[in-house]
């Protein structure tokens, strides 16, 4: 009996998915069948303009002919051998990472929560091995507010209680300062803090900025008490806040960069943890491990990503494209319910003073997508492909939207 090809309608796509799926995710309803570049197309052929990029996952732009063409050419030829045997890609795909990152050596994972994880176990082992912390005592610090994954151990440290409720007891180990504050980090500081684990812009919390010279004071705090400075830039990084790392933006180089989202440029889970061979050389055999990270397919697609935001210049795309979007906004909107319109790079919050929600769902029927965050702030970080007329329409848009 031959099987019906047609296309399935969108409610019915949406119905299936709510009684099938956990729902551990409130999408907007729109149904996403095809995409290139900024633009993404629902299941009724209706066109839209993706200002989320997957939270930066996208920084390449959907479908990227390089990246795809990388993609199909890795898989035919091998997509997986595990780390029980060597391939040809994970090599190349560890220098070249390891050379963008200024660093030395490169941990392979496959998502960003694995990369933290894995960071967290690098931090502490170090400190051990390295440092001399008192077995079992090791500490690292981290800040309110701070986003970094939904593993157990991740969760365990986070501020928001909506990600605590229900899935304890959690990991010890952890302190929490506030974000951006140098003097309560140096407070915190005590002989057993192997690292300060910390994102440059708190991007779920809201696009949250530190004060200007903050990661200059926090590098100096921590080489004075040799502690590990730990910059999860899974969203910041790779051309984001208009340089290839958000630390970079005040010349500053961690210890560790965590790394995940557009490190394959939306294609295939990749993550990765970049240091020096005294922190990731911690690491013997057996003592830590994945099936798939590393894996040649996966290494294949991060070159070309990376390569992409390379040769075509997408940090410098977002230091340009972004000025003049913040501006443009700045000037446009002048809605009572905006609080502030703050942004680095392709990176942009309009904070309320009501959900904004509402606001993403009017957005959303004029055709550009958008997500709300910490449920009172939009978050706009369109891929850095972009060109500047889509942006112009985006910003009419939200000019319609907040009349």
């Not at 929490?176 to 803090?193: H, K, Q, R, S």
Request: charged letters at 20%.
């Amino acid at each position: 009996m031959a099987h019906s090809t047609a296309p399935l309608p969108a409610e019915h796509l949406i119905a299936m998915e709510e009684e099938w799926g956990a729902h551990n995710y409130h999408p907007l309803d729109i149904v996403v069948e095809r995409a290139a570049g900024a633009w993404v197309y629902d299941a009724e052929g209706r066109k839209y303009l993706d200002c989320l990029s997957a939270y930066s996952a996208l920084n390449q732009g959907h479908c990227h002919p390089r990246i795809l063409s990388a993609l199909r050419e890795q898989a035919e030829r091998v997509t997986l051998t595990s780390r029980a045997f060597r391939n040809d890609q994970l090599p190349l795909f560890c220098q070249e990472l390891a050379a963008l990152c200024r660093m030395q050596m490169v941990l392979p994972m496959n998502t960003g929560a694995e990369a933290v994880e894995t960071a967290i176990k690098a931090a502490r082992r170090w400190g051990y091995t390295k440092k001399g912390i008192t077995a079992e005592k090791a500490e690292i610090i981290v800040c309110a507010n701070n986003f970094h994954g939904r593993t157990t151990t991740i969760v365990g440290f986070s501020s928001e209680e909506g990600y605590r409720d229900g899935f304890g007891p959690f990991t010890p180990g952890f302190v929490t300062v506030p974000f951006g504050d140098v003097a309560a980090l140096e407070a915190a500081i005590t002989p057993n803090t192997a690292a300060f684990l910390f994102e440059p812009i708190q991007c779920e919390a809201g696009i949250l900025i530190p004060p200007a010279g903050y990661l200059q004071s926090v590098a100096s705090l921590c080489r004075k008490h040799n502690v590990l400075m730990m910059a999860d830039e899974i969203q910041t990084g790779l051309g984001r806040t208009g340089a290839m790392f958000a630390c970079w933006r005040e010349d500053v180089q961690p210890d560790v960069f965590i790394l995940g989202k557009a490190l394959s440029g939306g294609f295939y889970p990749v993550s990765a943890v970049v240091s020096s061979r005294e922190v990731l050389g911690v690491f013997s055999p057996g003592t830590h491990g994945s099936t798939y990270g590393g894996n040649p397919l996966a290494c294949a697609v991060a070159r070309a990503a990376v390569k992409v935001v390379v040769e075509e210049d997408l940090a410098r795309r977002a230091v340009e494209l972004g000025e003049w979007m913040l501006a443009d906004l700045r000037a446009r909107l002048q809605h009572p319910a905006i609080q502030e319109i703050r942004g680095c790079g392709l990176l942009i919050a309009i904070d309320l003073r009501e959900p904004a929600r509402p606001f993403c769902e009017k957005l959303m029927k004029l055709g550009l997508l958008c997500k709300e965050t910490h449920s009172h702030v939009i978050r706009l970080a369109p891929p850095l492909v972009i060109s500047r007329d889509d942006l112009d329409w985006a910003c009419r848009q939200l000019e319609e939207v907040f009349r």
